[in-house]
């Protein structure tokens, strides 16, 4: 474009704004260049890392989960360009559950800087500064997962047949799987990781869950006409994602907690007090996103093929 051309863009732009132009282009006048810095705010990112021991690798704890709340960000932005299109194509959809797949492949591969990159008997002993706080309680993981599949699918699997679509959204909550990780099996009472967490977020996941009910990744696959369902590598995009997240990048997580929990004399329990073999392999939780994108078989041998 000319000169001319932006210009008459760029008024025609502040105009339907009911901006004067004339005061946006003085106002260029005293702006500064912008920066690096500025723009990414390094020096706040640089800012949010607080160990709470003298132990060094505490750091490498911290800054690695920090990364990972900035993936699952990326993740949620991703989905709400699928969940949110009034219009969507094959093409989109596959587009974007790649992008959300390769988000969760560097999750995956990342585990080694905290599973090789961190003393055992620093993590040992920083850990217990951490309770009962754990990464259980990362609240974008779990909006993942409710924008990603019908509440069903993220139900205990001793529960599902109780649930279905006429049940309120609050009774779906109280049985969704992670919930049994939250529980003292002496006591029968929520730890304080799960009320700490309900206390936090349980108003917003639920209007979260609602808000997706019909939105969520599965449901705008269904909502396509059978000729793009039927779409090769969307069914392959969709099937990638789905292993991706709730069997590759679960089990390398649980691979590294292997490495520091699971000791000679026995397991450690995690931090926030759960049973984290069961809570996290993929074969006792079987979360499974598109269920009707498997074979029985796969379906019935979930987290160890």
Not at 54 to 60: F, H, S
Not at 64 to 70: A, G, I, K, R
Not at 215 to 238: D, G, H, R, T
Request: proline share 3%; glycine share 6%.
């Amino acid at each position: 474009m000319s000169k001319e051309e932006i210009l008459k863009a760029i008024e025609e732009k502040y105009d339907k704004l009911g901006v004067p132009v004339e005061a946006m282009l003085e106002g260029l006048l005293w702006s500064e260049p912008i920066t690096y810095w500025d723009y990414i705010q390094t020096d706040a990112l640089l800012g949010l890392q607080i160990p709470r021991t003298t132990l060094p690798d505490e750091m490498v704890f911290i800054m690695y989960h920090q990364v990972n709340e900035l993936l699952f960000k990326m993740i949620l932005w991703e989905i709400d360009q699928v969940a949110k299109a009034e219009e969507i194509t094959a093409d989109k959809f596959s587009k974007h559950l790649m992008r959300i797949s390769r988000y969760f492949d560097m999750l995956c591969s990342s585990f080694t800087v905290m599973g090789d990159g961190m003393d055992v008997d620093q993590y040992l002993k920083f850990r217990n500064t951490l309770t009962p706080a754990s990464g259980f309680q990362s609240a974008q993981y779990r909006k993942i997962e409710f924008a990603s599949t019908d509440l069903i699918n993220l139900i205990d699997a001793r529960y599902r047949d109780t649930i279905d679509r006429n049940s309120s959204f609050k009774n779906a909550y109280d049985h969704l799987y992670w919930q049994a990780a939250g529980k003292n099996y002496t006591t029968g009472q929520k730890t304080t990781l799960l009320n700490l967490f309900e206390k936090k977020y349980m108003g917003e996941f639920i209007d979260f869950m609602e808000d997706y009910n019909d939105c969520n990744l599965s449901k705008k696959f269904k909502q396509l006409p059978e000729e793009v369902q039927a779409n090769e590598e969307l069914i392959k995009a969709m099937r990638h994602y789905d292993y991706t997240v709730n069997v590759k990048w679960v089990m390398a997580h649980y691979n590294a907690a292997g490495k520091y929990l699971g000791g000679s004399d026995g397991d450690l329990e995690a931090t926030g007090g759960s049973n984290w073999r069961k809570y996290l392999h993929p074969k006792y939780q079987r979360r499974i996103f598109f269920p009707y994108l498997w074979s029985q078989e796969e379906l019935e041998n979930w987290g160890t093929f």
